[in-house]
C-alpha cells in the first residue's frame, strides 16, 4: 500500500481511543516499525497529534483533544491528504470554490503549501482563474478533482 493509505489506516485503527503498541501496528499495515515512527512524525506535521506511552504496555494513542479527526472532519481529513499528495506529485487540481460573495467558482490549481491558521486549513496555490497565487480555506472548496496534468515550478511559491 502507499504510504498515505497506511497512514490513513493507522488513523482508522488509532481512532478506537486505546493504546495500540508499534509493534501491532506494524504488523497490522505490514511495514516496519521505524515506518509507524515515521508515520506519527508526518501526522503530527499535519497537526495530528498522538500520544505516546512508554514501557511494557506503551504506544500510540490519538490524543483526545485532536479534533481534526472527529466525523464532521473526515471530508476535510480526505481532503487535506488529496491535497498534499498533488503537491507532492505536482499535480493540477480542478476546484469548486465558493468565494467571498459566496458564488461558487470553477478553477485550476497548482497546490503548493497546506498550512493551518486559527484552526482553519488553507492551501496556498497558483490559480489559473486570477493567474497569481491565492489562499483557499479548505471548507470553502466543495469538490475537488486531481488531475493528470502535472504543472512547472514557475508558478508556485518559493520557500
Excluded at 504510504?3 to 504488523?27: F, P
Excluded at 506511552?53 to 488529496?82: A, P, Q
Excluded at 475537488?144 to 512547472?152: G, P
Aim: contains cysteine; positive net charge.
Amino acid at each position: 500500500m502507499s504510504k498515505i493509505s497506511n497512514m490513513l489506516n493507522m488513523l482508522q485503527i488509532l481512532k478506537d481511543g486505546k493504546i495500540h503498541s508499534i509493534t501491532s501496528l506494524s504488523q497490522a499495515l505490514e511495514v516496519s516499525k521505524r515506518m509507524i515512527r515515521q508515520y506519527k512524525l508526518e501526522l503530527e506535521q499535519a497537526g495530528i497529534y498522538l500520544k505516546s506511552y512508554t514501557g511494557k504496555y506503551g504506544g500510540y494513542k490519538l490524543n483526545e483533544n485532536s479534533d481534526f479527526l472527529r466525523s464532521d472532519n473526515e471530508v476535510k481529513e480526505k481532503m487535506y491528504i488529496v491535497m498534499k499528495e498533488a503537491i507532492a506529485n505536482k499535480n493540477k487540481v480542478k476546484i469548486k470554490y465558493k468565494s467571498v460573495n459566496s458564488r461558487i467558482t470553477e478553477r485550476i490549481i497548482h497546490p503548493a503549501e497546506l498550512f493551518l491558521y486559527i484552526d482553519k486549513w488553507y492551501i496556498a496555490a497558483f490559480c489559473e482563474l486570477r493567474n497569481e497565487i491565492r489562499l483557499f480555506k479548505l471548507d470553502d472548496i466543495k469538490e475537488y478533482h486531481v488531475l493528470n496534468e502535472v504543472y512547472k515550478d514557475k508558478n508556485i511559491i518559493k520557500k
